[in-house]
């Protein structure tokens, strides 16, 4: 999303010393690159609020832990729970024997377990089995699955698969094997990805293990790594921002975390055991819900190539191709006329032919029936669309299943619905609905699903709502809260001179519902920020010391809602006002949201000392837009990122943003203490061969005379070895010890046109202790850091100066040093 000047920053980075509690005896030093959970203080939660209030003042932040996968696969008649598949009693209760289904012969590879399983089932039986809701094949032994899980920031109860029992239920009345009333819920996306803190977010993916408890699935339909182009998009607090890097990095992680056991990291890939499977979503070019008359069900995104190439597709490819994900969702909207989920280019070529995807595609809910209901695409019948995403590579449908028709019947998937249709019309071949199944089953069979894995069986109900679990929540909680204002060094405060506070603002008491975001399970606690605030100090309101929350909640922005403005609700602004003038000493002003709100009346207001954004607690990464005027001049729609100066469009993100100064930079985040930058690389140079000499051409700005002989080299005809390593030294000159996110930026060469102004190459979240320095080392790929995307679409390495910088968050401190690349012909 575009910079804003007069809005709180999107993604930036937490640079407090002592994190943001406001009380000097809560400082807490956080781990260097160390788990999280290693180094948390006493937990509880870390919904929104909590959140905030630990942040605040104190070390109450109810946090809950993180139940996931179950693989309990039927329940019988007899009550009895299996926690696989090719279980010899199972098939005996079914009046099977197991020894006849090769696909429970556990000796033989995946693959030909795999072919054995299809080879039993009808053509009927297949089609049944291509919905989320999937019915099994019950004569050769194949239960019914149910496929939809998610895990956005916790184990979630959207979905049919998660199971949580409900407080008032008696004791022992419950689903599965025992009562599991909550799991650990974490920080938004947006909050987690404002840490830039990779083994935060590795850690996260891990909390999520298996549970054998009946109640959930082992297939989960997150991250959503969308980028967030635009403030007003409702789900951007589902996201980890505006910068593709970053997102990809943030996808990763988060799914290795989500995957992989430990011991299995190599080999066949479709070999590979895996603890959950993890799902990138939404795939692609969708950031877009309900603007105006444009919904996600109807809007066609119009993209160039480039743009594509660039920003929409790099995270989902890094997703991919580095985190090995084993499944990617496609989005409701259209991409250049053709519907995401029948884009055979989008799909099977790239997702599984150009990446390599080791797993499924699965649609969002109900994109395959939005194309014949809502977006009416072609005038295709529902065969007509089933057949158009089978044969574009679509391995799953999720249907609406909590709708029901006219009758009571819950709404099932198009493509079990509709499927014997195109069949028997020769629209799609039997054979295609074999190669869905395929990748199905054998990402069941990576998850032990038939099988079971043995390093998770045991787990149960006392794993979830651990202290490990809590203490990770509320770390990650912490190091995503960012810093705005601090005059005169307001925070943190020192409880001996500040013996009360006066606590206002519509999210002081806030409901659970409202604030802790989407997406989300029942936590083990919730704590609002007068609860938590209550603990360790006295609440009063003839205290000297005035503490407002503020901001907006999901009745704002949602999935399915974007907003019209960024602005505050009115009666906040004239509030918070109120209160400054009122209050004999500054306020601090404590924001609560997903997107960015324009709060520039805060920053300049001599009365409002400090400002904290807290989030859900989740909050817009990157840089938020200018103004309102900026809102009124440039649609949601419009999907350039570049400025269009015909249209009177400034670029979108902080990458070509060109309009008038921002206030709070992407990366943007104050500390409690002064962190200053040191390196002793004043320059290198890079000496690339081009394979067969084929260089490929550059755009440059109309003012350059003299062009290289060769201008760039394609990055996919290249090896890609080179590299560029250099040390930054971080010296804290402060008193107070703190954790610091050192970001690096490469710049192309000037002379190149409608290049990025800078890109996020590296980062690296560090500790350095009071009056100490931390010297930080960077080795940076050539292609991956210094590649930019040509007009053609191209990624390319430019001929010429580029440059790496590093700057402070709160821009007191940076360091820069050319980087001379020659290409050799």
């Not at 080999?267 to 008359?293: E, F, L, M, Q, S």
């Not at 994900?325 to 053709?338: H, I, K, P, Q, T």
């Amino acid at each position: 999303m575009p910079p804003i000047s007069h809005a709180y920053p999107l993604a930036a980075s937490l640079r407090l010393s002592s994190y943001t509690s406001l009380y000097k005896h809560h400082s807490y030093l956080p781990p260097k690159l160390l788990p999280p959970t290693m180094a948390a203080p006493p937990p509880s939660h870390l919904l929104l609020v909590v959140l905030t209030t630990t942040l605040l003042l104190c070390n109450t932040i109810p946090s809950t832990s993180g139940a996931a996968a179950t693989t309990t696969v039927n329940v019988t008649s007899f009550g009895k729970a299996y926690a696989k598949v090719c279980d010899g009693d199972r098939f005996a209760e079914l009046g099977l024997n197991m020894s006849t289904f090769a696909y429970c012969d556990a000796s033989l590879p995946y693959a030909d377990r795999v072919r054995d399983l299809i080879g039993w089932m009808t053509v009927e039986e297949k089609v049944g089995n291509l919905g989320d809701v999937s019915r099994g094949a019950p004569r050769v032994g194949l239960p019914p699955y149910k496929w939809w899980s998610e895990a956005l920031h916790g184990i979630s109860s959207t979905g049919p698969s998660t199971l949580f029992d409900s407080l008032r239920s008696r004791p022992g009345n419950h689903s599965g094997r025992a009562t599991v009333n909550n799991g650990t819920v974490f920080a938004n996306v947006i909050n987690t990805a404002a840490s830039f803190n990779e083994t935060l977010w590795k850690s996260i993916g891990q909390a999520r293990a298996m549970y054998n408890l009946g109640k959930g699935g082992l297939t989960y339909w997150s991250p959503n790594i969308n980028v967030v182009r635009d403030p007003r998009w409702g789900r951007a607090l589902e996201s980890p921002g505006e910068d593709p890097f970053v997102a990809g990095r943030y996808a990763v992680n988060f799914v290795r975390g989500m995957q992989d056991i430990p011991g299995h990291h190599s080999g066949d890939p479709y070999a590979r055991p895996i603890k959950t499977a993890a799902c990138c979503k939404h795939y692609a070019a969708y950031d877009v819900d309900a603007w105006h008359n444009h919904t996600r069900f109807t809007f066609d995104a119009r993209v160039t190539a480039r743009d594509m190439a660039e920003t929409f597709l790099r995270p989902f490819e890094m997703c991919v191709r580095e985190g090995d994900a084993s499944s990617v969702m496609c989005s409701y909207n259209r991409v250049n006329g053709v519907p995401a989920c029948a884009d055979a280019r989008l799909l099977s070529g790239t997702v599984r032919g150009d990446w390599g995807l080791h797993g499924y595609i699965v649609s969002d809910c109900d994109a395959v029936r939005v194309m014949a209901d809502n977006a009416t695409w072609l005038g295709f019948d529902g065969a007509d669309s089933s057949a158009a995403a089978i044969r574009a590579g679509l391995d799953l449908d999720c249907g609406e299943s909590w709708i029901v028709d006219e009758e009571g019947r819950p709404l099932r998937d198009f493509l079990s619905v509709y499927g014997m249709q195109a069949v028997a019309r020769g629209k799609v071949r039997e054979a295609d609905v074999d190669n869905a199944l395929r990748n199905q089953y054998m990402t069941l069979m990576r998850l032990g699903y038939f099988d079971n894995i043995a390093e998770y069986a045991g787990l149960n109900e006392t794993d979830i709502c651990t202290d490990e679990h809590k203490s990770l929540a509320r770390d990650g909680a912490r190091q995503g809260m960012v810093l705005l204002k601090n005059d005169g060094d307001l925070l943190p405060l020192d409880p001996k001179k500040v013996l009360a506070v006066a606590v206002h603002g519509p999210h002081a008491r806030a409901p659970e519902k409202v604030m802790d975001g989407d997406y989300t399970g029942p936590p083990c606690r919730y704590v609002t920020p007068r609860q938590g605030i209550s603990q360790d100090v006295k609440i009063s309101h003839k205290a000297h010391m005035t503490i407002y929350f503020g901001g907006i909640n999901l009745h704002i922005e949602r999935e399915g809602n974007d907003r019209e403005d960024i602005r505050l609700p009115k009666n906040q602004t004239e509030e918070i006002i109120h209160f400054a003038k009122a209050s004999r000493n500054p306020i601090i002003l404590v924001i609560l949201s997903g997107g960015g709100i324009d709060i520039s009346f805060a920053q300049k207001h001599p009365k409002i000392g400090a400002i904290l954004w807290a989030g859900y607690p989740g909050g817009e990464g990157g840089n938020a837009i200018a103004d309102n005027k900026y809102i009124k001049q440039i649609p949601m729609t419009s999907m350039e990122l570049r400025p269009v100066p015909e249209l009177g469009y400034p670029g979108r993100t902080y990458k070509f943003y060109d309009g008038p100064e921002i206030l709070y930079p992407f990366g943007y985040g104050l500390s409690y203490t002064k962190f200053h930058y040191e390196t002793a690389t004043n320059g290198t140079s890079v000496k690339i061969p081009v394979p067969g000499g084929h260089c490929k051409g550059l755009s440059y700005k109309p003012s350059v005379a003299t062009t290289p002989a060769c201008q760039a080299v394609n990055v996919d005809g290249h090896d890609c070895t080179e590299t560029v390593s250099f040390n930054v030294t971080v010296t804290n000159a402060g008193a107070r010890g703190g954790a610091h996110v050192v970001l690096v930026h490469t710049v192309p060469p000037p002379e190149v046109a409608q290049a990025p102004i800078k890109q996020v190459a590296a980062f690296r979240r560090v500790f350095v202790p009071a009056k100490s320095a931390a010297t930080v080392g960077f080795t940076l790929n050539v292609c991956r850091a210094f590649g930019i995307v040509e007009r053609t679409a191209y990624k390319v390495v430019p001929s010429g100066v580029s440059k790496v910088l590093v700057e402070n968050g709160d821009s007191s401190s940076s360091v820069s040093f050319p980087v001379k690349i020659k290409l050799s012909v």
